[in-house]
């Protein structure tokens, strides 16, 4: 299926697995066993031949109309992306009137998942793509071109014709369409009566859209690329367990509550209860039992570990395009290998001198929290002050998750508001969990990370709309964990070497390493035992990380890239502009340049800071 489908209109990828709910949950597998590293054992650090750094643009005057047209262009191309399907409109717009959007025109739907509609979807692109082409970059404003290249890269990949069909899976264990679906009902802001009966619409278009989702797995049965029974059989024990929920389930209590906000009479409130717990109990969970009865059918077209991982050359080229969709880039499979490669020697030098200055560092137990999370709030925003810009004004309102949602979140959770009720942040808090680290979870999820990149960017005017609204999952996790590095430098309460080793033995084991074996696995077909060869040769526990990770990333291939290539793009940018620029390097600059360019694609916002650092390097000279 096309990239666009599940960047676009359908929910199952952008919202339901959470792109639009950034918290940032690994899978409950990933080691934290102690590994014997050896810097020796591998020779293999690859070498880049460095970038051409591209000349600066002449100067040219702009042309005003040029940039109203613009303007013009993207409200037009955001007003098409959000209205394609309710659950869109509702997560990036608060007050449709700002945006000249009739909410009578949005269909209440989850919208269709089907290949022609993604074949449609792309038509409409083209045509957007068309008219931003008439327009002449060369006479918008500076600060408007890095928009202009961003928007035309979008409509390209959503525009651009593959040969992909079926080859997208909604399901997987951690961030499938079945398992998501719940918690973005209950994360559905229900602010009036009207935010009611939408909710309540889509409940009900349910089993229409789930009935697509199961049409399609049948048809990638049909053509021999379904599924491992591994990987059905977590599907279906997710299905039974939300079936099995039908008269506990958290949607009683998370809809009930938005309810008693209202301020409806008894009688009001009562009858929005009643039909909730209709819809619940009869379309929402009938759905899941049909789709848990056509999955379930469908174990004998099961593949198997082996055959899943035996890539056709068309199946090896989706797999490099989903892959640059994730990292937002468009390097290939061998340029990205050879990135997180240098990455993985980075952070493994840096875990071992670590270690030969500090050899009890792994078995330090340090709790990374002063135990008062405001204090750990105020802490952050203090060493945000010294780094970065300061943020407009904005409001903050901590929640605890809902007990019912607990053993499925992770210790914290930023969920991006409306794009015009940005101001309005909410983090989920889950009590439940302990924490060691809540430190740089708080970080990532808040300040300086993914809460300070949203209001920040969404509340620059030179930023357009479609590059505040479009998924761009590794520029956001890039910096959420590029975020988290820049506390470990310039935190002060806790033991320096404790907090880096943390970090980057997180990055190393949880994000870097299991992104290297899904290429390795997925692209050039390793076997377990070649994968648990390949681990020993580089001084790691084999036998134990290729028996954590090896079926993993078969059943999810692209699960660690947004993590892991997103972090290693921006981390290596930073290392070279300092290696570049030495003692004229100033972070402060360097950090607010790459903030005011906005979300993009790596390869473009490579070039808009080679050539800021050209213009540090011009104006010392």
Same mark, same amino acid.
């Given at each position: 299926m096309k990239r666009s489908i599940k960047l676009l209109a359908l929910i199952c990828a952008l919202v339901m697995a959470m792109s639009a709910f950034a =918290?940032?949950?690994?899978?409950?597998?990933?080691?934290?066993?102690?590994?014997?590293? *050896?810097?020796?054992?591998?020779?293999?650090? #690859?070498?880049?031949?460095?970038?051409?750094?591209?000349?600066?643009? +002449?100067?040219?005057? #702009? !042309?005003?109309?040029? +940039?109203?047209? /613009? !303007?013009?262009?993207?409200?037009? @191309? /955001?007003?098409?992306?959000?209205?394609?399907?309710?659950?869109?409109?509702?997560? /990036? @717009?608060?007050?449709? +009137?700002?945006? =000249?959007?009739?909410?009578?025109?949005?269909?209440?739907? /989850? =919208?269709?998942?089907? @290949?022609?509609? *993604?074949?449609?979807? =792309?038509?409409e692109a083209g045509v957007y793509l068309e008219q931003l082409n008439q327009i002449d970059r060369d006479q918008l404003p500076e600060e408007t071109q890095f928009s202009y290249d961003v928007l035309q890269q979008i409509l390209v990949d959503f525009s651009e014709e593959t040969d992909y069909d079926y080859y997208y899976e909604p399901l997987t264990e951690y961030s499938g369409f079945h398992a998501n679906l719940p918690l973005s009902f209950a994360l559905f802001e229900l602010k009036d009566t009207q935010d009611v009966e939408d909710y309540l619409t889509l409940l009900a278009d349910v089993p229409r859209y789930m009935g697509q989702v199961l049409t399609y797995e049948q048809k990638r049965a049909e053509l021999g690329i379904f599924m491992t029974e591994d990987a059905l059989n977590a599907i279906l024990e997710d299905c039974k367990t939300i079936i099995d929920s039908k008269d506990t389930s958290f949607l009683y209590a998370t809809f009930n509550e938005g309810i008693d906000n209202l301020g409806l009479t008894q009688e009001q409130a009562q009858a929005y209860k009643d039909r909730n717990e209709s819809l619940i109990q009869n379309e929402f969970i009938g759905a899941y039992e049909t789709l848990y009865n056509g999955l379930k059918a469908l174990k004998g077209s099961c593949r198997s570990y082996e055959e899943a991982a035996a890539l056709t050359e068309n199946q090896k080229s989706y797999f490099e395009y989903n892959m640059q969709s994730e990292a937002c880039n468009f390097l290939t499979v061998e340029e990205t290998l050879e990135m997180l490669k240098d990455e993985y020697f980075y952070l493994l030098y840096d875990i071992v001198a670590l270690q030969n200055a500090n050899p009890d560092l792994y078995s330090m137990d340090v709790e990374l929290t002063s135990g008062d999370m405001q204090e750990d709030l105020d802490y952050l925003k203090s060493i945000m002050a010294e780094l970065l810009p300061a943020l407009p004004e904005h409001n903050l309102t901590l929640t605890d998750v809902p007990e019912e949602l607990q053993d499925m979140f992770s210790p914290a959770a930023y969920v991006i508001p409306a794009l015009d009720d940005w101001k309005e942040n909410i983090v989920y808090i889950n009590t439940a969990t302990d924490d060691p680290s809540l430190i740089l979870t708080l970080a990532h999820e808040c300040y300086p990370g993914h809460l300070y990149q949203y209001v920040y960017q969404r509340g620059d005017e030179d930023i357009c709309r479609m590059q505040k609204i479009v998924s761009f999952g590794g520029y956001a996790e890039g910096w959420a964990q590029f975020a988290e590095y820049l506390v470990t430098q310039n935190q002060t309460i806790y033991d320096h070497d404790y907090v880096q080793f943390q970090f980057d033995y997180s990055m190393l084991f949880n994000s870097i390493l299991p992104a290297i074996i899904s290429i390795l696995v997925n692209y050039y077909g390793y076997t377990e035992a070649a994968l648990e060869s390949y681990l020993t040769g580089i001084g790691l526990d084999g036998e134990l990380i290729a028996g954590i990770y090896y079926t993993t990333v078969i059943d999810q291939p692209y699960y660690f890239f947004e993590y892991a290539i997103g972090y290693s793009q921006l981390a290596q940018l930073y290392r070279d502009t300092v290696s570049d620029l030495g003692d004229s390097f100033d972070q402060e600059a360097f950090l607010q340049t790459y903030m005011d360019l906005g979300p993009g694609y790596f390869g473009l916002i490579k070039e808009r800071m080679d050539v800021w650092t050209d213009s540090v390097m011009n104006d010392e000279a």
């Open positions: =918290g940032c949950k690994m899978p409950d597998e990933t080691t934290d066993e102690t590994q014997t590293i *050896s810097i020796e054992s591998e020779n293999e650090e #690859a070498t880049v031949a460095p970038e051409e750094t591209p000349e600066p643009a +002449a100067e040219l005057t #702009a !042309d005003p109309a040029a +940039a109203e047209t /613009f !303007d013009a262009l993207d409200l037009e @191309v /955001f007003r098409w992306y959000v209205t394609t399907d309710g659950y869109t409109y509702h997560m /990036f @717009v608060d007050d449709p +009137a700002q945006f =000249g959007i009739d909410p009578d025109t949005v269909p209440m739907t /989850f =919208g269709d998942f089907t @290949v022609e509609d *993604s074949m449609r979807l =792309g038509l």
